[in-house]
């Protein structure tokens, strides 16, 4: 997948979330929008520099953060899609600017690249929309919904449901293949393997199918299946880095 964010719009700063959010607006980012987030994606697909530069949510920056999520800014990128404006959870409705598959498409695509550029691993701590930041980071929100409900696809409903979506889209997106088949979206249900029959060395763990060697497994390493090509598999580690191994050393976990 193509990147669509300039690279003067992510300056040198060690970031260690990207929070998804969005902005109870109109399909165009207005004023206050670009105060709050470093990077919105209008309704055209068309993405929109926040005010804020993303340096500023570093960790002792000194400088006014772009105030995404509450007391959860530091350290964190804000991104938003600009829709929903009139929208309801109970019952829902996606009201007059209802979020769209391209924005949220275009979404997918910038975090992956956020996740490339700053070395975040793609995890529910790590990479998460708003609607689960009380819940998995502990840190009180003010009844924040977004994102709860997909309007172009009704069937995802509830924040982790809907976030799990969003890191298997993302974690596939840094290698731009698609997705293996899988009953459900959740990573806790996704295929899990076992790394087995490496001892006493280990197995390596590649960019790429056959490619660039990143890393390496020791043997007992449990991890889930994001895709497939022929013998290769896309895996995720319990840390959330994401590459490929040799599917002959991976023994299926009940």
């Known amino acids: 997948m193509a990147d669509l964010i300039p690279k003067d719009w992510m300056p040198d700063a060690r970031m260690e979330r990207i929070h998804v959010h969005w902005t109870a607006g109109r399909h165009a ?6 105060k709050s987030y470093h990077i919105l994606v209008e309704g055209t697909g068309a993405l929109v520099r926040g005010a ?42 996606g009201g007059a600017a209802p979020l769209l598959k391209l924005q949220w498409d275009t979404m997918v695509a910038v975090v992956a690249q956020l996740a490339r ?17 009380q819940s998995t980071l502990g840190i009180l929100q003010r009844n924040k919904w977004d994102i709860t409900r997909l309007a172009f696809d009704p ?28 009953p459900a979206l959740a990573p806790e249900r996704l295929p899990r393997f076992r790394v087995q029959g490496v001892a006493p060395s ?26 497939m090509s022929q013998q290769w598999w896309q895996v995720r580690t319990p840390r959330g ?13 009940p």
């Open 155 to 182: 069937s995802v409903v509830g924040a982790h449901p809907v976030g799990d979506r969003m890191r298997l889209e993302v974690a596939v997106a840094l290698d731009g293949l698609n997705p293996a088949p899988s």
């Open 117 to 133: 550029r700053y070395a975040i691993p793609v995890t529910r701590a790590t990479i998460l929309t708003h609607a689960e930041v």
């Open 241 to 253: 880095f994401v590459g490929w191994v040799s599917s002959d050393f991976l023994v299926a976990v």
């Open 29 to 34: 980012a207005n004023a206050t929008d670009r």
């Open 202 to 227: 280990t197995l390596t763990f590649r960019r790429n199918p056959a490619g660039e060697v990143t890393g390496a497994l020791p043997e007992g390493t449990l991890v889930e299946r994001l895709a």
């Open 52 to 93: 804020r530069s993303i340096a500023a949510n570093a960790r002792g920056s000194g400088l006014p953060p772009a105030a995404h999520t509450l007391n959860a800014n530091t350290g964190a990128i804000g991104v938003s899609m600009c829709c929903m404006h009139q929208a309801a959870e109970h019952p829902f409705a």
